[in-house]
């Protein structure tokens, strides 16, 4: 099986910044993408950034310039500094992984969901 692990959400003044960090661990033979998503109060969840096994990235055009995603590809975890946060920001952040067992499957594979809130 494979497991993600969500860390560093909590709660932040606005123009604060926050790093979240998810570990995949299991019977990994290796992770193509890994991805942040969110969902807010009322909100769908939404892409927020996404980079692949080489490195490219994408964000949503909310996030950019602000957030930065970065991977380490020897230890099958990905980061999301976010910097200047917004209220608009806050929402559970849930890690998302495109993994090949070393079983032979592929599939997706979710975190549990951390909290961000950004709040005076």
């Known amino acids: 099986q494979v497991q993600l692990v969500e860390s560093g959400g909590g709660l932040v003044q606005p123009g604060g910044s926050l790093r979240l960090s998810c570990a995949a661990s299991?019977?990994?033979?290796?992770?193509?993408?890994m991805g942040w998503y969110r969902q807010g109060p009322g909100t769908q969840r939404e892409l927020v950034a996404a980079i692949t096994f080489g490195g490219t990235t994408n964000y949503a055009d909310s996030v950019k310039g602000r957030f930065t995603i970065s991977r380490e590809n020897n230890k099958n975890t990905v980061a999301l500094q976010m910097n200047s946060l917004k209220p608009e920001d806050t929402a559970v952040y849930f890690c998302?992984?495109?993994?090949?067992?070393?079983?032979?499957?592929?599939?997706?594979?979710w975190g549990q969901g951390t909290q961000v809130t950004v709040s005076s």
């Open positions: 998302n992984a495109n993994a090949i067992t070393t079983y032979g499957t592929r599939g997706d594979y």
């Open positions: 299991g019977s990994i033979l290796a992770i193509e993408n």
